[in-house]
T-cell receptor
Framework: AQSVAQPEDQVNVAEGNPLTVKCTYSVSGNPYLFWYVQYPNRGLQFLLKYITGDNLVKGSYGFEAEFNKSQTSFHLKKPSALVSDSALYFCAVRVGYNNNDMRFGAGTRLTVKP | DTGVSQDPRHKITKRGQNVTFRCDPISEHNRLYWYRQTLGQGPEFLTYFQNEAQLEKSRLLSDRFSAERPKGSFSTLEIQRTEQGDSAMYLC?????????????FGPGTRLLVL
């Protein structure tokens, strides 16, 4: 089955430290991978995506993600975390040619402590 | 604000009642999607429109659920004879056609509580 997995329910980091939120995928064919962030009482906000090309993708708010085909991973990273980065993060994979079905992971709650 | 909007933001209803939610996509987007998100889970795909045509429905979309997009702009999602298991956040998203179509932009969601 086409899916993504986020192995960590929660990630805690101190402000100023680097952060990593993990995502692994299982798809047949070439994956289209996405990261979204969800703040309380708000919808999902698009952060970045990997479609093709450079394995390191840069996105909004200083986030980046590295596509690793051999490890089937697409981990989200940021060199220096901010307290305002605290939110729920979702990895997603596009299934189907016409982007009519996006499969999301269960989410990882990131807490950045001052 | 030119993002995706949803109305209402919250809805409390009694079991057995019908509810209807509205989604207004980004104006130039011809694709519109509905998702359901329950606590502790990621969004789950429900259905998808290209313009006014409903092209795909998930098996999650039971017969009590119906979605429309009559003029290819806003969409409505109706749930008939609501059940407590319908309590969830209902998210709408839209995307443009063309090369950037892979990115879906989400609205703030409608949180439904069925008592």
């Amino acid at each position: 089955a086409q899916s993504v997995a986020q192995p960590e329910d929660q990630v805690n980091v101190a402000e100023g430290n680097p952060l990593t939120v993990k995502c692994t995928y299982s798809v047949s064919g070439n994956p289209y991978l996405f990261w979204y962030v969800q703040y309380p009482n708000r919808g999902l906000q698009f952060l970045l995506k990997y479609i093709t090309g450079d394995n390191l993708v840069k996105g909004s708010y200083g986030f980046e993600a590295e596509f690793n085909k051999s490890q089937t991973s697409f981990h989200l990273k940021k060199p220096s975390a901010l307290v305002s980065d605290s939110a729920l993060y979702f990895c997603a994979v596009r299934v189907g040619y016409n982007n009519n079905d996006m499969r999301f992971g269960a989410g990882t709650r990131l807490t950045v402590k001052p | 604000d030119t993002g995706v909007s949803q109305d209402p933001r919250h809805k409390i209803t009694k079991r057995g009642q019908n509810v209807t939610f509205r989604c207004d996509p980004i104006s130039e987007h011809n694709r519109l999607y509905w998702y359901r998100q329950t606590l502790g889970q990621g969004p789950e795909f429900l259905t998808y429109f290209q313009n006014e045509a409903q092209l795909e429905k998930s098996r999650l979309l039971s017969d009590r659920f119906s979605a429309e997009r009559p003029k290819g702009s806003f969409s409505t999602l109706e749930i008939q004879r609501t059940e407590q298991g319908d309590s969830a956040m209902y998210l709408c998203a839209s995307s443009p056609s063309g090369a950037s179509q892979e990115t879906q932009y989400f609205g703030p969601g409608t949180r439904l509580l069925v008592l």
